[in-house]
């Protein structure tokens, strides 16, 4: 079983290797171990999408504002 930390940097890995973000990289590693059944890990995977996803939404999107 992997454990968070192997998880995490597997993660990493495909950020740096691929020019993934963490999200596509965490969904990456989630389908991966859900089609090799280790549900352990899938559950790991699916509260770090969750953390990442609520960081995200956190950061203020600046990209549309017009100052007129």
Do not use: F, H, P, W
Not at 35 to 62: F, H, N, P, Q, Y
């Amino acid at each position: 079983m992997d454990s968070e930390k192997d998880i995490q940097n597997a993660a990493q890995k495909l950020v740096k290797d691929n020019g993934y973000s963490k999200i596509q990289a965490l969904s990456m590693l989630l389908s991966r171990y859900q089609s090799d059944r280790r549900s352990e890990e899938a559950v790991i995977v699916r509260r770090l999408i969750k953390v990442e996803k609520s960081k995200t939404k956190g950061e203020k999107d600046t990209r549309y504002y017009d100052d007129t």
